[in-house]
């Protein structure tokens, strides 16, 4: 079955950095998308970041040249390097098995456990 395990979460100060890590099992890996969410405090769940199978990445405004998600084929493994860090980045942050067939991304609606980010200002 689909696994997607998320590790790396921290309590940080603003603006030092994180990496979080997302191991994947179950599932083809190069033939899916991925993504990682954040759940604040009070928040619904948000897409920060995303990369789709042939390496095409985004990222939402609030995070946009700070975060980095990238994906190693070999350890099946999905990255999110977050520099610079925020108060206003601290949530779970949950990695998301998606889909890129209509050439954005998709939520399939796979998810991990999550890992705590905490920023202290």
């Known amino acids: 079955q689909v696994q997607l395990v998320e590790s790396g979460g921290d309590l940080v100060q603003a603006g030092e950095s994180l990496r979080l890590s997302c191991a994947v099992s179950?599932?083809?890996?190069?033939?899916?998308?991925f993504g990682w969410y954040r759940q604040g405090p009070e928040m619904g769940r948000e897409l920060v970041a995303f990369?789709?199978?042939?390496?095409?990445?985004g990222y939402s405004d609030s995070v946009k040249g700070r975060f980095t998600v990238f994906r190693d084929f070999v350890r099946e493994t999905v990255y999110l390097q977050m520099n610079t860090l925020q108060s206003g980045d601290t949530a779970v942050y949950f990695c998301?098995?998606?889909?890129?067939?209509?050439?954005?991304?998709?939520?399939?609606?796979?998810w991990g456990q999550g890992t705590q980010v905490t920023v202290s200002s």
């Open positions: 998301n098995l998606g889909s890129d067939a209509n050439h954005h991304y998709d939520s399939l609606n796979y």
């Open positions: 179950g599932v083809h890996f190069s033939d899916y998308a």
């Open positions: 990369v789709l199978k042939a390496g095409t990445t």
